[in-house]
């Protein structure tokens, strides 16, 4: 080798190692704020990026961590009352159960589908496949096989985010992030709603009416009206071989904390301010415990939305870009609230038409915008033991509002026990989705939540997180993200 090229060669390796002179070192102190499976996800990549020697503290404002995945107690028995489905196809979930000795897969329970329009079936299902197939296909026809199409175009892109992840890639914005997955197609589909996008797709209105909307319905309180990217992770949400944690899903965040080795400070966090002359851990944390003391860090990672029916941080001293940084005090979007009625009992036989839990659909997705109730889903107890255990029927009803005596009274014939969870679960979508940025400031604050506005799914908020602590990291280390290569010449 050319001995000038090789000290060539030599000086450009050792420019880059000093080009941002002592940023070079790994920053000392990380804070994450929110401790939901945004937070708890993006502690573990964060600790998975920087090392062993970095500290992070987890800013969450409740006693318990994990966010709006959790359960209820029914007869001393857990039930998911939050997230609650995982999809296959989620492999940072699965990689996250995977690789804790103290997380597993929970039993399946497998029961049949019922398309329900108030007061009759437009379709049941079989415990057979393939009796299940012929209904399905008697009932949508050839759109059976279009849906199937589109659902599995629309998952093998969005896998590809994984190895994307894997090689280092990082987002600053969401577009960027969509379109390096799924070019325009991605971006489009946020912009028009779930209707145009699937009839685009040659999906008629019976099956958008009668399954594509009543799966919005349980999954997103709101029908084909929302964007098209939600709409088709709706879709995957109510296909076969979806499972959960034994446990409860709750359980992931608490591993996820606790192998990261990162503190959790119980405090609500009120304010962000940027120390632009500070050489080091540039942004002060204030929270409304400690108004007048702050903590000073490297990186802050927010992972909790900033709405003003969510969380109220004031990052006005924090941002970069006054247009870009989100406000609870003017961000318009807001979160839809919903209520998971539990009630431990017998189904409306003359309703419902069956008699027995055992005959009766085990999840109902109903069709008629018109009625009171979304869905009604049995649910079996998070430590449920199919060798052990007989099925006592506790039903989950989705509501807007919680059920009155008279609504659980219409719907089941008895019932011995009841429970009521009200939650903001997810976004209003309103088509054309703004496209917003991960980047709150490029000195360090990063923000998981515009992902939501995409779709609201527990792997997208850990894939949100994962893109968080690729950014702090690559921005750290001078690396960059890759918005420009991603989109160059497209858009």
């Known amino acids: 080798m050319d001995g000038r090229f090789l000290s060539k060669l030599v000086l450009v390796l050792f420019l880059h190692t000093v080009v941002r002179g002592t940023a070079v070192d790994p920053p000392s102190q990380i804070a994450i704020i929110g401790g939901g499976i945004g937070g708890s996800s993006a502690s573990h990549f964060v600790r998975e990026?920087?090392?062993?020697?970095?500290?992070?503290?987890?800013?969450?404002?409740?006693?318990?961590?994990?966010?709006?995945?959790?359960?209820?107690?029914?007869?001393?028995?857990?039930?998911?009352?939050?997230?609650?489905?995982?999809?296959?196809?989620?492999?940072?979930?699965?990689?996250?159960?995977?690789?804790?000795?103290n997380l597993q897969e929970a039993s399946s329970f497998s029961s049949t589908l019922g398309i329900f329009d108030g007061k009759d079936y437009v379709l049941q299902t079989s415990t057979w496949s393939i009796v299940s197939l012929l209904k399905m296909f008697?009932?949508?026809?050839?759109?059976?096989?279009?849906?199937?199409?589109?659902?599995?175009?629309?998952?093998?892109?969005?896998?590809?985010i994984y190895d994307l992840q894997k090689q280092g890639h990082s987002y600053d914005t969401v577009q960027g992030f969509l379109h390096a997955i799924g070019g325009n197609d991605f971006v489009h589909a946020t912009q028009i709603t779930g209707v145009a996008e699937f009839s685009s797709d040659g999906i008629g209105e019976f099956m958008i009416d009668n399954l594509v909307s009543p799966g919005l319905r349980t999954n997103y309180g709101q029908n084909a009206s929302v964007n098209g990217f939600v709409t088709a992770v709706s879709m995957?949400?109510?296909?076969?071989?979806l499972w959960s944690v034994k446990g409860g899903n709750k359980l992931v965040c608490g591993e996820l904390v606790k192998n990261s080795s990162a503190n959790i400070i119980n405090e609500q966090v009120s304010k962000v301010v940027y120390n632009a002359a500070s050489k080091t851990e540039k942004f002060s944390v204030f929270t409304k415990q400690s108004p007048s003391q702050a903590k000073t860090y490297d990186i802050v990672i927010i992972a909790a939305p900033i709405q003003s029916d969510m969380y109220h941080i004031d990052l006005s001293s924090a941002c970069s870009?006054?247009?870009?940084?989100?406000?609870?005090?003017?961000?318009?979007?807001?979160?839809?609230?919903?209520?998971?009625?539990?009630?431990?009992?017998?189904?409306n036989s003359s309703l419902f038409k069956c008699n027995s839990w055992k005959v009766c659909p085990g999840s109902i997705l109903v069709s008629n915008q018109d009625t009171f109730y979304r869905s009604i889903g049995l649910h079996i107890p998070v430590d449920y033991d199919p060798t052990s255990d007989e099925v006592d029927p506790v039903y989950k009803v989705f509501t807007t509002d919680?059920?009155?005596?008279?609504?659980?009274?219409?719907?089941?014939?008895?019932?011995?026990?009841?429970?009521?969870?009200?939650?903001?679960?997810?976004?209003?979508?309103?088509p054309p989705e703004e496209l917003t940025s991960f980047v709150l400031n490029s000195a360090g604050l990063y923000y998981t939540s515009p992902m939501e506005w995409v779709a609201s799914a527990m792997e997208m908020s850990v894939i949100s997180a994962k893109n968080a602590a690729l950014l702090a990291y690559n921005n750290w280390f001078g690396k960059g993200s890759d918005n420009t290569?991603?989109?160059?010449?497209?858009?």
């Open 49 to 101: 990026k920087f090392g062993k020697n970095v500290q992070i503290d987890l800013f969450e404002k409740d006693s318990r961590i994990c966010g709006r995945l959790d359960t209820v107690t029914i007869d001393g028995r857990e039930y998911e009352s939050g997230g609650s489905i995982i999809h296959s196809k989620n492999l940072y979930m699965k990689k996250f159960v995977k690789d804790s000795p």
């Open 138 to 160: 008697w009932t949508f026809g050839l759109d059976l096989f279009r849906l199937q199409w589109l659902e599995k175009r629309f998952i093998n892109k969005f896998v590809g």
């Open 236 to 241: 995957a949400g109510i296909q076969p071989g």
């Open 321 to 347: 870009n006054e247009e870009n940084c989100p406000s609870s005090k003017v961000n318009g979007k807001r979160y839809r609230k919903t209520t998971a009625n539990f009630v431990k009992g017998k189904l």
């Open 402 to 430: 919680p059920m009155t005596d008279e609504q659980r009274d219409y719907l089941f014939e008895s019932y011995t026990t009841k429970a009521t969870v009200v939650w903001k679960a997810y976004p209003v979508y309103e």
């Open 485 to 491: 290569t991603a989109m160059k010449g497209e858009l």
